[in-house]
């Protein structure tokens, strides 16, 4: 038996690369790997990096879905269910939209699949497959086996997974509805064997919140400071409010901590169910203390909320430049389906399109809804605008004279690898036909 693992690329424009910064090696496609039997043959065809080899001889195709990704995630289905091959499909989005994946596929892998591919597997080779999986999150005793990633050009970065899940319920977010706003922390055992056996020097440590379980988190940093690691991962505002979190992050090898921000404005947070994140008091202070702590921060803000005009952008890109942050991002809001921002937008009819990640002509960087206080076009530009602005030589200078003070000559480096070429690669992503990889010839 043959299994074919999938990544599926966001699109590509006629005759040029695909276009990621972050071409990172997909972890659960290596947790699957893991949980295969050795007797079944896999091989991995990832679409950001390779053109996919429709005639390969296999049994079955997984394809591991996102939303941006769902579109050319059914075309790819397709060509092989001509061929009479199997599909199954998994990820975020089978889980947010199970029904409409099951259109496309012969199976889905609904929520986390560890608990349920051994049975799926065994009901392949039965010949009874079935339509729905319903996978439970489950603490799992494997490792992800990264050979099935042997050849593919992937950045030098060991990712590693430590939890799953946020406590918290933001309107937008996927990954809350997702987990029910739960985190779920990974055995601290299974990390540490995962870090000692990882081959690069810098490490991404995978959790949607890091710092959910504080306790949790103590004890993890505490574990991993001996190995001398220097790490990424995502965290919250609120961890500088205690003195002993930041101190032993740091001392464990913590170099950039990405916090989504989101919005500097009071109402716009309340709306978002995120007014946690609210400190006009002590916003200044608590990145004062992240950087004093010798920690970049990588901020995120999402605009396109009610109360969002030319000004609270504007701000948005003054905050991150007063502060010389490591590197930001300035998205538009995006509403995935089945979450809180979805259904509310439905409800106001302010939808521009009933599935905006099916589109025909939907372009990477417009924005999928009607916003209050300016147009759809209008929200986009000032996102491209504000990434524009904080991709300037001068910005970018300034930003980097102060990360050299904060952060290891590793990191510094790294610096300069994202943001000189960061203007240029913002343009090269915006109106991306989502779906689309033009360079196939058609069947």
């Not at 043959?41 to 049994?59: H, K, S």
């Not at 961890?239 to 740091?250: F, Q, V, Y």
């Not at 608590?286 to 009610?306: Q, S």
Request: proline share 4%.
């Amino acid at each position: 038996m043959k299994i074919t693992f999938i990544l599926p690329a966001i699109g590509k424009k006629p005759g040029k690369k695909y276009i990621g910064t972050w071409k990172m090696e997909p972890l659960t496609i290596a947790v699957l790997k893991a949980l295969t039997p050795l007797e079944i043959e896999t091989e991995l065809y990832d679409d950001r990096l390779e053109l996919i080899n429709y005639d390969t001889q296999t049994d079955l195709v997984c394809i591991s879905v996102e939303t941006y990704t769902a579109k050319r995630s059914y075309k790819i289905a397709a060509r092989f269910q001509e061929r009479g091959i199997l599909v199954v499909m998994g990820g975020y989005h089978a889980t947010l939209c199970p029904e409409e994946v099951a259109q496309y596929s012969d199976s889905v892998l609904v929520a986390n699949a560890e608990t349920v591919w051994t049975k799926m597997l065994q009901d392949l080779k039965n010949h009874n497959l079935q339509k729905f999986y319903y996978g439970e999150t489950a603490e799992y005793d494997i490792q992800p086996d990264k050979s099935i990633f042997a050849g593919k050009k992937y950045l030098p970065v060991n990712l590693i997974e430590t939890g799953r899940g946020c406590c918290h319920s933001c309107e937008f977010c996927a990954i809350s509805k997702f987990y029910c706003s739960k985190y779920h922390a990974r055995d601290h055992r299974l990390i540490l064997d995962d870090l000692q056996n990882s081959p690069h020097k810098y490490t991404f440590l995978v959790d949607d919140n890091l710092v959910a379980d504080k306790k949790n988190a103590i004890r993890l940093f505490e574990e991993i400071t001996p190995l001398k690691t220097k790490w990424a991962g995502q965290g919250t505002l609120s961890m500088a409010k205690d003195e002993k979190l930041l101190k032993t992050m740091k001392k464990s090898g913590c170099e950039i901590i990405l916090i989504g921000f989101e919005s500097l404005n009071k109402a716009n947070l309340q709306q978002m169910n995120k007014s946690f994140n609210y400190a006009l008091g002590e916003r200044d202070e608590l990145v004062k203390r992240i950087h004093d702590a010798g920690i970049g921060i990588y901020a995120t803000f999402v605009f396109g909320y009610d109360n969002d005009d030319e000004r609270t952008i504007h701000d948005a890109v003054e905050f991150a430049k007063k502060h010389n942050i490591y590197t930001a991002a300035f998205n538009h809001l995006l509403p995935f389906p089945n979450t809180g921002l979805y259904d509310r937008l439905k409800a106001e009819n302010r939808l521009l399109y009933d599935k905006w990640w099916l589109e025909d002509g939907y372009n990477y960087g417009e924005v999928a809804f009607e916003p209050k206080l300016l147009s759809a076009e209008k929200l986009s530009q000032l996102c491209r605008d504000a990434r524009k602005e904080f991709a300037s030589p001068k910005t970018v200078w300034n930003r980097g004279m102060a990360s050299l003070g904060r952060t290891s000559p590793l990191m510094w480096s790294l610096f300069w690898a994202m943001n000189l070429r960061l203007g240029e690669e913002i343009d090269q992503k915006m109106n991306v036909p989502i779906g689309e990889n033009l360079d196939e010839l058609p069947k």
